[in-house]
Structure formats: C-alpha cells, structure tokens
C-alpha cells in the first residue's frame, strides 16, 4: 500500500476514513519508552535515550527530536550520518531577548500559530469558542517500515495533527504530509494549513533558485541571495500557474552548480492556490521553507469528528549540486508519482493538429494530417480544440461536448477508424472544467460557474469557470467525457485550462463553507481524472493550461504528460525546457516541431527544431500540407532517431553540461540507467567573431568502459587517432571532451554513444 494521505485517488468524502486509517495505524507511545532503536539502514528509526528519528535515505539524513519542552523539532537535514554516535537530541534554542523568544528561535517542526511563536506558522485555527491559541506538542508515534506517523495536540484542547513522513530511500527523498483532527465538541475553522516546513541547517548566505514565468514563457530559472524577511512564492489564481512553480532549491554560499554543492530542494504535489514561504528569520538566521495549502481567502471549519488532509510536500538532499537535485526528483518522478510508476511506457511520438488547423478540423482535413504523420512514424494522433458544439472560434461551444455534426457528419468513429488503421492512437482535446456564455451547457444551468450573485462574471477567452466543486457539476463533467471515452476509441486526452479563477463565489453552500471552493475543486477535477483512469485503464492524460501552467506533483499522479509551453519557438524552448527539467522529468515534458516563423518571429532550422524537441517526449505539431518532400525526409529520419533513443532521453539521466542562460551554446547529455547509450545533444545559437564552441565534456560515463559514438552530421571533429566507429574511452569523454563544428546560427548536432560490450 503506498502510504498516502493526500487527495490522490480520493475524494474529499474521504475525509473522515483517513481518520480511520491513522486511528488503527496510531498507538500510544509516550517518548522515552522504546526499547532498541532499530538498525540503522531501515529508513526509519527512533533513537530513545536522544527522543530521536532518524529518517535516513541512501545519501542523506533527516532527523526529528522531541525537545525539553516536549514540541518537536527538526534536529538535522544533510548528508547522510552514518553512525548511531553522531545524532543529538533536540533542544530549544535559547531566548535571546523578551522579545526573541525561544519558541520562535527553535526550529519547530510544524509549529502552530499561538504562544510566543511569531514565524510563519504550519497552522492556525479559530475555536468556535474564540480561542486561537494552538500550541502543538508532541503526542504518540508510529513507525510502519518507511513511514512514521507523529501525533501532536494542542496543549488545552483536542485539536490533534498527524504528521506523516515517508522515505524513498534511493531517491533521497522525503514526503512529509500533515492531517488536521478536530477531536473537540466544537467547530475548528482552519485558517492556514500548511504540509510542513523544511529548516535548513543555520547560517547565512543561502541562495534561492525557483521557477518563474508566464504564458509562453514558463519555468524561468530565477536565482536570488536569502536575505532576513519573507519570500512567498505562491498561486491565488486556482491553479499551478505559469507565473510560479512550487518547487525550490537552496544553495549553500550561491555556490552550488550542477556537479556541485549542498543543494536542499523540495516541491508541492497540489494543483491549486499553494504557497511556499521562504522565510530567514531574524534574529536566529534561520532559513526554512515552509509549504501547502495557501493561506489567503482561505478558512475551513472542521466539525466535530472531521479532519482536514493538506498535499504532500517533498524535500531532498545532495552534496551534488543542481545537476543531481535535478536527477534524484526525476527518478523519483518516474518511480513513484506518474501513473506509469509501477509498469513504466515510453511516451509515444504524438501529432497535434492545434497548429496546423486551429478551430477549422473537419474529418476530411483530420484524415489528410493523419495520413502524413503515419509516414513520419508519429504514433499517437490527437486532434485538439474545434471538435465539439459550436466551435469555430474561441468565443462559444465550451461545454458543449457532442460532436459538431457538420465538421463530423457520421461521429468521431470514421477518423478514429482510419487513425488506427494507420497505426496511430487516437487522443482528443477537452477543456472540461470551462463553458462559454454561448453554450448550451451555460443556458441550460448559468448557476454552475463559480460566481457571487448579482455581481459581474468577468470572462477571460470569453469563458467561465465552472465550479468543480460542486459535486453536481463534477458527477456531470465525469459522465460526459466517461461517456465519450466509453462510446470511441480515445486512448488519450488532453485536458486543458485557459484561464483562471474570478469571483470564486459558492453560493450554494454555507457562508461558512463557501471558501473552501479553492481546495474542493481541485480534489474533484483529481477525482474526476482517477476515476476516468479506472473505468478506462489504457487512457492517458495530458495536462495543459494554455502550456504549462499546471505541473506540479499533484497533477502528475494522474497525468502521463505535460504541454510545456504554447511557445513551440525553438530558441525559447532550450530555457523553458532547462527551467523544466530543474523540477520535473524529461519524460513528462511535451515539446512539439512546429512550422516557422515561430510566435517570436523567429525561423531556425528543422533539424534545431527537431533536436530541441527531442529533449523530451517528442511530438509534431505542424501543418504538415505545407512541408517538403526534403522536411519530409528529414523529419523522418529524426523520428527514427528519437525511437532509437527515446528510452535514454525519457528514462535516463539527465546532465545538464552548457545552459542556455550562460553564453551562446547549450548541451544536454542523457545518459541510459544501465549506462548503455548517451545521447548529447548540442546547440550553438549564433556564432560570433569565428568562436569555436566549446569542448563538451561528458559525464556519468564509466571511464574505462569503451563508448562507439555515432553522429546524425558531420559536426564531431575527430581528434586523430581516435576510432570513434570502435570506441573511445569514458575517462576520453568526461576529461578531454569532444569538440564539435557548429557554425553560424542555430546550428545542431546530436552525437550518440553506445557502450561496447
Ligand atoms: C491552449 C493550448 O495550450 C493549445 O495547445 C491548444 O490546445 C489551445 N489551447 C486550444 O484552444
């Protein structure tokens, strides 16, 4: 059973059977009575003479102690301590004026808000009583294997928190999730509720790296020093959003790189308003991070008996820089949060038809696309937007999700046919949660979008948001596509989003209830999307908010990949793709070859296009009428290619070698996790005073092993004497590099390794 309290594949009808479940799990041990500590390579364990757990991975350590004051702290997060005589126990950290008290100079592990604590706190709660003072201590504990379950309570009433920690050992990585019960006679209302917080060791000079961006612009690496006060990274708009991503790193000193460096890092697996905080508190300069649910407009009252689950917040540790901070959540990504973690697909080459026709599908024009990706060797087809009701333009027919009968005469099967006699897949695009104002759906139940009554409906692409929250409203959006998967042969949707939340009234529901439409809503559309996985087990998901706006590692237990950017301009890509694969796998990430000039009005080359697109899992979409019988033949060919090394790009490791954000040229290496194939992939953006690019060295290889090397061009500048057809030596690739001849601008090559038996 994978241990997990968050919203996956569960409603919030859930709530009160996550009660359940940690009631049996949860037995009274006060601290200090254990016996034996366990051995110390389980993933957990607790050390009684300190009133200690130590929550070790592979490579790093974590560990949690009950202070003097019994509140509990976190003692240590960092390398791996690899003797039961190098733990401490956990003491309060001493007051330092009647105006710094020890409680805020101590670093709590979920501290409440309430006592002397002036931090941001992990929860605050208003008693119906007026009471909101919560001062959390430690309770009981529980270890089952790599999960440990803390309870804290408040010190006056029966307000309880389950703290839940899960290792993954080899991915260095711990989950930390925490589960609210009111065991009180009266209403709790939660006002914050946040998953944890991660405290890095103390000391200044800490640096913060973070995604940032907008539409066509998404996960921008962005880097600043940590200086005392608050930096709150954060979404109100509903969703993940494009502008921020929650997902962190902190170096040590601004010193960190790739190869190099403690790297503290972390993510948020929710799909709605979230925040991170990250926080230097004066006076103790103490950094921390502390994440979940975001505060503002929220409140949520918890009756008698009820509990309230927050998303999971995940935090690693390496000494290997940004470059394996990057690989450990990739892996981790891949092993235990896709859909596909258990039995792993490679991603199939898609073709979009978005680009090429816009709202003007019809099936004779769908047909003739088809026919031409085929030949490419694309794999799945998905036809997007202009399918369903009156769609012809971005201005009617959301919500309408019946066939257009003049575009589709005789229903979808026609061209779902003739896609599969092809031997494509056929995916289909949705924007469920959205209705335009002319649309069927919005006369027949205007009550349906999230409003305040009487008040304006602002409309963004001249569309509502329908409020997901309510359960009407969700039954009806899973019936319709249910209903649309059951009656066609559709393997694949890609659920889109185009906008975010406004006037996200609730009038249907208790004043009192009506803010928690914020988290409500994100649970069902989870909902919705777990249960069309389990009524149609073959059915892949692509998560798109106009691009990437919403990737997180919510979404990404049920979605098997991720529209990057709606900006396809190839230049563009290499820094919204580096930004993306600081957080996330190159497996989930979608990039498309599409037709120039580009948004930007920008034209590159096919094979630049072709080769930046490769990068992750590959897709087409251009208005492939227009191509030549040469784009044809080139595509083609880089087609076979990406097959012949897809498994590398999508399930390897990935080395980040040159950023686009330094200098002209970037490099990118994948390397296989048997370390069989590499695969390094270069480009130059424009030459400038006759430079030479320059020398790549490669990383991860095996130095005495013997890699054959393979190019698409002619670009590799052989060094004499070297064989590459027979093998060249790792310790020759890592240390004295390859040169390669990229020449003027936007100029590509691909160089692939395979490991000699
Ligand atoms: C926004 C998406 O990002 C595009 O790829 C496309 O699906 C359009 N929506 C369709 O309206």
Redesign the pocket.
Known sequence: MRWHLSHSRKGSSQRVIFLGILASLVVSVPVGSHGESAKNDTPVRYLPDLKVWVLDTARASYEIGVNERNELQTVYWGEKLSSDHGFSAARSHPEHASFDSSETMTNSEYPGWGGKYYNEPTLKVTLADGDRDLVLKYADQTIRGNTLVIRLRDIQYDLFVNLIYTVFTEEDIIRKQAEIENRTSQVATVESAQSGVWNVPQGEGYRLTYLTGRWAGETQVTREPINPGKKVLESRRGTTSPELNPWFAIDEGGEADEQHGRVWFGALGWSGNWKLTVEDTPPSHQVRVTGGYNDFDFSWPLQPGESLATPAFYGGFTKQGFGEASRLLHRFERSEILPDHAHPRVRPVLYNS?EATTFNVNEEGQKALAEKAAKLGVELFVM??GWFGKRNNDHAGLGDWYVNPQKFPHGLQPLISFVNSLGMDFGL?FEPEMVNPDSDLYRRHPDWVMNFPGGPRCEARHQLVLNMARDDVKEYIFGVLDKMLSTNDIKYI?W?M?RHFSEPGWPEVPVVEQKEIWVKYVRNVYEIMDRLRAAHPKLEIES?S??GGRVDLGILERVDEV?TS?NTDAFDRLRIQEGFSFAYAPKIMSDWVTDVPSLNGRSTPLKFRFLVAMQGALGIGANLNKWSTEDFALATRMVSYYKSLRETVQGGDLYRLFSPREGNSTANEYVSRDGKQAALFSFLDSQQSLWPTPTICLRGLEEKALYRISTIDDKLMVPPGIRVAEGVSGSFLMHHGLDLNLRGDYDSTLVILERAE
Do not use: A, L
């Open positions: 978005w997007d937007d695009w890609k889109d185009n798109c106009g691009g529209w709606d």
